[in-house]
Every structure is written in structure tokens, then in C-alpha cells.
């Protein structure tokens, strides 16, 4: 999917922490993926018969948590979890206006 | 009670229809439906296809980081998880009482976001489906269609919204995953200025939850046949409610419901919540599917949410949204309103009960307080449970002598309503797909029995959350003849 969205974009923009560098999600990665799966559906509190989904329907999950320059090439970062309206908004007003985007102070954070 | 549509007899030769993604939703899921030659419906399956597995990668962590690690399960309700790993965590530092204005300011936080919450669900998300016409042109079905049909409307749901962001970044420091709510109270105390800004805003505020309350009674009596039946399916109903008896979303004890509204547990502890409730597995998704113990899997399912609430409590505690209620109560007297379609009347009747609840705690000189925290003898357990915009929603934890996390359980609201959401689209299915080809229009009936439930589908899987639906149609022979996919991100 990013890597059919690359081929069809001229500017591609890592928004948020999750993309940027996997985020909250990508602490997972020092966990081994069946023992997170057996912690939810199996060993889990007050779970009964439990087992682990398994039906075709169900994409399996990745070993790792990857931000999207792992896979693709990414024009621009804007970090923030989420990242402000304000900065989004500038962002994309410089991006509109054909200048590098330029966001001053306060308008990057990592939180 | 769990319907014949779960599983069909035999698959074989059944072609197969696929809502992928499902839109207009928060999170990612999609429905599968069998049919046969004739479109009898043999299967419907709501699978939710993520997972993040917080409840596992939250273990090792030290216990103050969890109030703003968990609110990361979602975008839309942070303050929901920020505030109950705080209340779980307030047993750990032995804050069993908090201070009066801790007390206040979290209530406010958690208000302000239930009014935001429920004005982003139905103008934003639903209203499209309720104003517009579930088969209207799928291109202007969305918000911007509503902005031109309904500029004045459309714009109450956009200023009904910041109102709500506005208390939250006042409370919590941050429109989105604030950091307000601490162990033991929160760290930041709401001064004069910020109280009398809301207060100014507070008048429109509720001049237009009022004005959004009578818009959905005035949809539900113009076409009350169809709000009645659409994939109304009883079933138990669970909430937390009040010491007294009344709504409280912030805290409070168990209470459960069945189908006819008979008491099946009242007052009950939410420390004891484990012993009342136990999840089921089914391969087909990676969400969990909870019952009442006492009950069983078969019967013991039910619904969370505004629906369930509003009606397992005695009353709202505050004369507008009151009076709305009872016109809902009215709809069947004496008995308990299950259709989904309700949802959205009572979503709209607890958005007017927040704006009043917010103006009754801006009131309250302990809100400008300065004495935040409160701690005790150190516990090594908690849980905390709050009602959140879409239903109950539980954090457990156990934490050691270092002060690491070493287990950690979370029942989201939308899980609870996993079996509810299952069976409301398999009525759906039988009301108008048994027999007719499945057009677009046809499809987002089921579309919108999901979203009357408001379904948070990240924050379900406790997984990474972007909820794309989409609708694959096979033939007899299991070939595949059409794909919808929806928008919606879906890495992978």
C-alpha cells in the first residue's frame, strides 16, 4: 500500500510519531510477536478458551513495527504525537505556496 | 441469543461480499457476507484486522508513564485511557480519595471530551448517513456534503467540537494526549481567566447540543417504523452509574440489565469487575468477545454505550437532557429501547447532559483549587473504570516494588460491543440483503448499523489504528467479482 502511494505521489509526508519512527507502537519490537499474541488471547486475564486468531480473514501481523522511510522514500518529516493544527497548517500553506517548508519555533515538538 | 448468521452451515459454493474498508469509522475493520446463488445470507462477520498488543508491551514500564502511554491507544478519546490508568493507578500511590479539586478537574476533562467526542461522532461521521440518506451519492455522503446541504448545522458540530477540545487543552494542557491527570490528582490547576473563557462560551454551547437533541428526536418520529427495526437485536445492557443511582461518567459502581430491563447486578465494585466478566476468542478477529460470567457466551452478551447508559441509570441528574430522555423512554414505556438507531438520540441527549454537567462544575469555586495531589500506603493493584464516550472501559494493573508494570488487562468499550455490533449487522443482513443483490447503497446499510454503535476500532485491538471497511463480492464458484474498498490507510 505506502509503496503503491509513493509511486503515485510527488511529496510524501511522514505525519506523526507513528510514522516518523513507529511511535508507541514500534516498543512492541523488542517483544517477540507470538508472546504478545499469547499475552492477549491466551494467557491473558480472564480470557476462557482461549486461543489465537487464525482465520484467513485476518492479516497476520509483522514481526517489527517499521516507520515509513524503512520502506519508502519520505520528502518531509513532521513530527508530534500528534503533530499541532498550527504546524500542519503551515506546513502545508509553505508546501502550497512552492516554498520548503519552514516551521519556527514551537511549532516542532515530539509529544 | 447469538444468531444462526455467525457461521454458515456450509461454506462451500457461498460467494462471498466484502465491506473493506469500513468507513466513517475510527479504527480498521471490515465485514465478510456469504450469500448463495439466490443472496440468502448464509454469514455475516464483522472482523476487526489489527493488532497492537499495548497489554503486553506496557509490562516493564514504570507506572507514572502509563497515564500518557495508553492514551496513545487512540486520537479520539485519549482522556478516556489517560483518566482511568490514572484512577486504577490513584489505588497504587493510595489515593483512594482524591483532593476536591483533582476531583473537579478531571471530571471536567472527562466531560469536555464525552462533548467533544459525541459531536465528532454525529456531525462528523453519522450525520452524512442520517440526513442525507443511507443510498444517497456516495461521493457527497461525508461531512463536506452535510456543510452543503446543512452550512448552519454543520458549523454547531465544528464550534460544539472545539468547545470540548477547548476544555480538554485547559485541563490537560494539550487538545490531543494531554498530561493533566496524574497518579494520585493531576499537575495542573484551572485558573479564573480559563474558567471565565469557558463559562462565556458555555450559553452557545448549549443552545446548540439542544438544537442537535431535537434534531435527531424529529428524524426518529418522522420515520419511526424504520429507527425501531433497523437491526434492533435485545440483548443485556451494562454500565457504570452513580453511588445514587444517577449518570455519572467518571465513576461509580456496576450495574447490569437484561433485555427486559430486570436488574441482573447492582452496586457492585469495580475492583470485583474480573469476576463478573470473562472474554471469549473467535479466529475470525483479532477483537474479544466479553460476557456476563453468571450468563455464559451464548446469553450473556450485551451492550455498553450512551444507549445502555441513559437507561440502566435512574436519571441524568440535570433538567435538560432529563426531559429529552424521557422522550426517548417514551418510545416503548416500561420497556428498554435496543435499536441501534437510538444510539445516536442518546449520544445527542448525554452530549446536552455533559454541556450541563460542565457548567454545573465551572461553578464549583473547588475547581480553582491548588491543592492537586493526594497519596496514601502504597498499593500494588488497581483498577479503573470510567465511562468513556462509547462505553465502559477498564484498566487493571499490577505494579511491583520497583515501580514497573508487571500486568496489565484493558477492556475497551468497544469491545464490549463486539457481539452487539456482530448481531445488529446480521439483522441488518436479514432485513434488506436476503434476497437482493448487494449494491453500494444496500452495503452501507450495514455500514450504518456499525456506526451507530460509534465503534473505536484501535482502540478495540489496542492496535494501530486506522479503520479502513472493505466489501469483496465472489461468485458461486468463489471467484472474485467486484472489490469496494473504502478509504482508509491500510499498511501491509
Not at chain 1, 480470557?47 to 486468531?53: K, Q
Request: glycine share 8%.
Amino acid at each position: 500500500m505506502l509503496r503503491e502511494l509513493r509511486k503515485q505521489c510527488k511529496t510524501l509526508v511522514a505525519l506523526g510519531a507513528c510514522a516518523v519512527n513507529g511511535g508507541l507502537p514500534a516498543q512492541r519490537n523488542h517483544l517477540d510477536i507470538r508472546d504478545c499474541l499469547q499475552t492477549v488471547y491466551l494467557t491473558g486475564l480472564g480470557v476462557e478458551r482461549g486461543f489465537i486468531p487464525n482465520d484467513p480473514e485476518l492479516p497476520l501481523p509483522l514481526a517489527q513495527v517499521h516507520p515509513l522511510h524503512d520502506v519508502v522514500k519520505v520528502d518531509y518529516f513532521l513530527p508530534g504525537c500528534p503533530p499541532s493544527a498550527d504546524a500542519i497548517w503551515q506546513f502545508l500553506t509553505d508546501l502550497i505556496a512552492g516554498r520548503t517548508p519552514q516551521l519556527g519555533h514551537g511549532l516542532i515538538h515530539y509529544d | 441469543m447469538t444468531s444462526s448468521l455467525e457461521k454458515a452451515k456450509d461454506p462451500t459454493g457461498l460467494r462471498r461480499v466484502v465491506i473493506e474498508p469500513v468507513s466513517r469509522v475510527e479504527g480498521h475493520g471490515k465485514v465478510t457476507i456469504l450469500l448463495d446463488a439466490a443472496n440468502k445470507v448464509h454469514q455475516v462477520r464483522l472482523h476487526i484486522v489489527e493488532f497492537r498488543g499495548f497489554e503486553r508491551f506496557i509490562q516493564g514500564r514504570p507506572y507514572w508513564e502509563v497515564p500518557v502511554m495508553v492514551q496513545r491507544l487512540c486520537g479520539i478519546c485519549p482522556v478516556s485511557h489517560h483518566l482511568a490508568a490514572s484512577k486504577a493507578l490513584d489505588r497504587v500511590v493510595g489515593a483512594h480519595t482524591l483532593t476536591p479539586t483533582a476531583d473537579r478537574v478531571r471530571r471536567l476533562m472527562h466531560y469536555g471530551q464525552i462533548l467533544q467526542s459525541h459531536a465528532l461522532h454525529f456531525y462528523h461521521l453519522s450525520s452524512p448517513d442520517l440526513l442525507l440518506g443511507f443510498e444517497s451519492e456516495v461521493a457527497r455522503r461525508n461531512v463536506v456534503g452535510v456543510l452543503a446541504a446543512y452550512p448552519e448545522l454543520a458549523k454547531q458540530g465544528v464550534m460544539l467540537r472545539k468547545f470540548g477540545q477547548e476544555v480538554i487543552r485547559i485541563t490537560a494542557g494539550k487538545r490531543v494526549h494531554g498530561t493533566g491527570s496524574i497518579p494520585g490528582g493531576v499537575n495542573k490547576a484551572v485558573s479564573e481567566a480559563e474558567r471565565d473563557e469557558l463559562q462565556r462560551a458555555l450559553p452557545d454551547v448549549i443552545a446548540w447540543a439542544r438544537t442537535g437533541v431535537a434534531l435527531v428526536t424529529e428524524l426518529f418520529a418522522k420515520d419511526r417504523a424504520t429507527y425501531e427495526r433497523f437491526g434492533t437485536v435485545r440483548s443485556n445492557i451494562l454500565s457504570l452509574v452513580g453511588r445514587d443511582g444517577k449518570l455519572d461518567l467518571y465513576d461509580g459502581v456496576l450495574r447490569a440489565r437484561d433485555a427486559d430491563g430486570k436488574i441482573l447486578f447492582d452496586g457492585v465494585d469495580v475492583q470485583g469487575y474480573d469476576a463478573l466478566i470473562k472474554e471469549n476468542v473467535r479466529s475470525w478477529s483479532y477483537m474479544k468477545f466479553p460476557f456476563l460470567t453468571a450468563l455464559g457466551p451464548e446469553a450473556g452478551w450485551y451492550k455498553v454505550g450512551p444507549l445502555a447508559r441513559i437507561q440502566n441509570c435512574d436519571s441524568l441528574g440535570t433538567p435538560l437532557a432529563d426531559a429529552a430522555r424521557d422522550e426517548l423512554l417514551a418510545v416503548t414505556p416500561g420497556k428498554l429501547v435496543h435499536a441501534p438507531l437510538a444510539f445516536h438520540w442518546a449520544r445527542m441527549i448525554e452530549l446536552l447532559h455533559s454541556a450541563e454537567v460542565i457548567e454545573r462544575l465551572l461553578a464549583d469555586p473547588a475547581l480553582l483549587g491548588t491543592d492537586l495531589v493526594a497519596s496514601g500506603p502504597r498499593g500494588t493493584m488497581g483498577v479503573g473504570v470510567i465511562e468513556a464516550p462509547r462505553g465502559t472501559l477498564i484498566h487493571h494493573y499490577e505494579v511491583d516494588e520497583q515501580d514497573l508494570v508487571t500486568m496489565c488487562n484493558l477492556i475497551v468499550s468497544t469491545t464490549h460491543n463486539n457481539q452487539a455490533m456482530n448481531e445488529a449487522i446480521r439483522e441488518v443482513a436479514r432485513q434488506y440483503l436476503d434476497g437482493h443483490e448487494p449494491t453500494e447503497g444496500l452495503l452501507n446499510h450495514i455500514e450504518v448499523a456499525i456506526r451507530a454503535f460509534d465503534p473505536c476500532l484501535s482502540c478495540a485491538t489496542h492496535a494501530l489504528g486506522k479503520m479502513p471497511l472493505e466489501v469483496e463480492i465472489l461468485d458461486a464458484e468463489g471467484a472474485l467479482v467486484e472489490r469496494l474498498v473504502r478509504e482508509g490507510e491500510h499498511l501491509g
